[in-house]
């Protein structure tokens, strides 16, 4: 079984990375595909950090459609999954996303007090 996690690891950040290039090519279906490829495996070797990669990913697109309740809801899903410790080694990322979200949704006044607080704000001011 150690083997097989060895061999899936790599495919799964290769979905990942594919995934990413689709989403910035603005190529969203085969970005979708790619990440329900990726998160399959990931669940297959409980690999916390590609999960959460895959979840940023697919809140983005979430986002990029408009479908913010499925964009909230990627967003709960990472914070479940996710310990606190966690949550302030994606700071950046988190907040980021949760920043797109805001502004998607018109809540000016939300991401404002986002890139006020943490390490967002002493890295950009």
């Not at 950040?13 to 790619?34: D, K, M, S, T, V």
């Not at 949550?87 to 920043?99: F, I, N, P, S």
């Not at 805001?102 to 890295?123: M, P, T």
Request: with cysteine; charged share 20%.
């Amino acid at each position: 079984e150690a083997v097989g996690v060895l061999a899936i690891t790599p495919v799964c950040w290769g979905y990942l990375g594919l995934a990413e290039i689709h989403f910035q090519r603005n190529e969203i279906e085969e970005a979708g595909r790619l990440l329900e490829e990726a998160l399959e495996l990931a669940q297959r070797t409980n690999s916390f950090e590609m999960m959460v990669g895959i979840y940023l990913l697919r809140s983005r697109i979430a986002i990029l459609l408009g479908d913010m309740a499925q964009a909230e809801a990627v967003c709960k899903k990472i914070a479940q999954i996710s310990q606190p410790a966690w949550l302030e080694y994606l700071d950046v990322d988190w907040a980021t996303l949760q920043g797109e979200l805001y502004l998607a949704q018109g809540n000016l006044s939300a991401a404002r007090q986002l890139s006020l607080r943490g390490r967002l704000h002493q890295l950009f001011f």
